[in-house]
């Protein structure tokens, strides 16, 4: 059953909870919404309520404007709120900053799994990031969703073809195309913000694919030395976009409660 709680500023935030157990609050990125946590679901239902959110401007939930990091931040800090208990979180990509922002800013975490936050990504000289996410915003407000998301895709370096636009699903990524500024703007100059984050004190992974690009090695590496209790994990032959089969054992060891090390890798 999807829930819905109100934030600071007014917007209502929906989630929805599967399974049993502590609670795991599962936050994913770019063009993502609630139901990208379901296929998690099967491998982890057993040790975890599995709570996913529609992230401002997404599914049921709303969106006041203007938007800011810190707004999304406390949508996370309402939903946490409304959950309540102990609760872990895993973070993907752009939802992995969210993630890491939030208890840094004080957001109450029992342990943070955040998968390749994509700090140290490679700029284009010719077109920063926030040069960028200004050109994605004017091509949605100018009624262009499909061009947004194909400059979006193919700057993350997963360029779209033909056939894709056609594809059933493609209207779903279409209709978020909004919120691809917002997830731009969370990666900022995707520089580490070593001094919020070195106030987060739950444990941290930082998990990164095998076959990743370099950055996503980086980005583990420098988040790990700036949170107070840091360590790093490589998925082997996996990329941005892990297999939940790959990674759910990792979720399980690290954040399930009663483990013997939240500390191993």
């Given at each position: 059953?999807?829930?819905?709680?109100?934030?600071?500023?007014?917007?209502?935030i929906?989630?929805?909870?599967?399974?049993?157990?502590?609670?795991?609050?599962?936050?994913?990125?770019?063009?993502?919404?609630?139901?990208?946590?379901?296929?998690?679901?099967?491998?982890?239902?057993?040790?975890?309520?599995?709570?996913?959110?529609?992230?401002?401007?997404?599914g049921?939930s709303?969106?006041?404007?203007?938007?800011?990091?810190?707004?999304?931040i406390?949508?996370?800090?309402?939903?946490?709120?409304?959950?309540?208990?102990?609760?872990?979180?895993?973070?993907?990509?752009?939802g992995?900053?969210?993630?890491?922002e939030?208890?840094?800013?004080?957001?109450?975490?029992?342990?943070?799994?955040?998968?390749?936050?994509?700090?140290?990504?490679?700029q284009?000289?010719?077109?920063?990031?926030?040069?960028?996410?200004?050109?994605?915003?004017?091509?949605?407000?100018?009624?262009?969703?499909?061009?947004a998301?194909?400059?979006?895709?193919?700057?993350?370096?997963?360029?779209?073809?033909?056939?894709?636009?056609?594809a059933?699903?493609?209207p779903?990524?279409?209709a978020?195309?909004?919120?691809?500024?917002?997830?731009?703007?969370?990666?900022?100059?995707?520089?580490?913000?070593?001094?919020?984050?070195?106030?987060?004190?739950?444990?941290?992974?930082?998990?990164?694919?095998?076959?990743?690009?370099?950055?996503?090695?980086?980005?583990?590496?420098?988040?790990?030395?700036?949170v107070?209790?840091?360590?790093?994990?490589?998925?082997?032959?996996?990329?941005?976009?892990?297999?939940?089969?790959?990674l759910?054992?990792?979720?399980?060891?690290?954040?399930?409660?009663?483990?013997?090390?939240?500390?191993?890798?």
């Amino acid at each position: 059953m999807v829930e819905h709680v109100t934030s600071s500023d007014g917007s209502s935030i929906a989630f929805e909870a599967a399974g049993s157990g502590d609670p795991l609050l599962i936050i994913g990125g770019a063009l993502s919404n609630r139901h990208a946590v379901q296929p998690y679901v099967p491998f982890l239902q057993d040790a975890f309520t599995v709570y996913g959110l529609d992230r401002r401007g997404r599914g049921e939930s709303t969106d006041t404007q203007p938007y800011a990091v810190d707004r999304e931040i406390e949508d996370i800090a309402a939903v946490v709120q409304a959950i309540g208990g102990n609760v872990a979180v895993y973070g993907h990509s752009s939802g992995a900053i969210l993630a890491l922002e939030a208890a840094a800013a004080g957001v109450p975490f029992s342990g943070i799994l955040a998968y390749e936050p994509p700090y140290c990504t490679p700029q284009d000289p010719d077109e920063p990031w926030d040069a960028f996410a200004q050109r994605v915003q004017q091509l949605v407000e100018n009624d262009q969703r499909d061009q947004a998301v194909q400059a979006f895709m193919a700057h993350v370096g997963a360029p779209t073809d033909p056939d894709m636009v056609k594809a059933p699903w493609w209207p779903q990524l279409t209709a978020v195309a909004h919120t691809l500024f917002y997830d731009l703007h969370i990666v900022g100059d995707a520089v580490v913000p070593q001094e919020r984050l070195a106030r987060i004190k739950a444990p941290v992974l930082v998990v990164h694919g095998g076959n990743s690009p370099a950055w996503a090695q980086q980005s583990a590496r420098e988040v790990a030395a700036a949170v107070q209790h840091g360590s790093t994990a490589e998925l082997e032959d996996q990329t941005h976009n892990a297999d939940p089969a790959a990674l759910a054992p990792l979720l399980l060891e690290f954040l399930a409660p009663n483990t013997n090390s939240k500390a191993k890798h």
